[in-house]
């Protein structure tokens, strides 16, 4: 049986060896990785407590997500970054034009 690769790097090891494995799990393939599940337990992890409504998101909340993020995958966060500072310079030089962004 072969199992589809899927796009991306895994963020325990940092390889691009994740492929889709039996269940619909996200599963990196590299015999040394320290969590070939760790696509699987971001995607699935639940809350540690109550569930939070939209409005009741915290600052905290939020900076341990992305700090989680930032150590689990720094080169997509690196990347992310880049986007969102492409995506401000353009706004910018739009609301120096003159124009709505």
């Not at 109550?50 to 905290?60: F, I, S």
């Not at 910018?92 to 124009?99: E, F, P, Y």
């Amino acid at each position: 049986m072969t199992f589809p690769d899927v796009q991306g790097h895994c963020p325990a090891c940092g390889a691009t060896s994740l492929f889709l494995a039996d269940g619909g799990y996200i599963t990196c393939s590299r015999i040394e990785c320290p969590e070939p599940d760790a696509v699987t337990n971001l995607l699935v992890r639940k809350p540690a407590g109550p569930r939070l409504a939209v409005g009741a998101v915290t600052r905290e909340l939020l900076q341990t997500a992305i700090r989680d993020l930032a150590r689990l995958d720094p080169e997509w966060w690196r990347c992310e970054l880049e986007r969102m500072a492409r995506t401000a310079h353009a706004v910018n030089q739009q609301i120096a034009m003159g124009s709505r962004p």
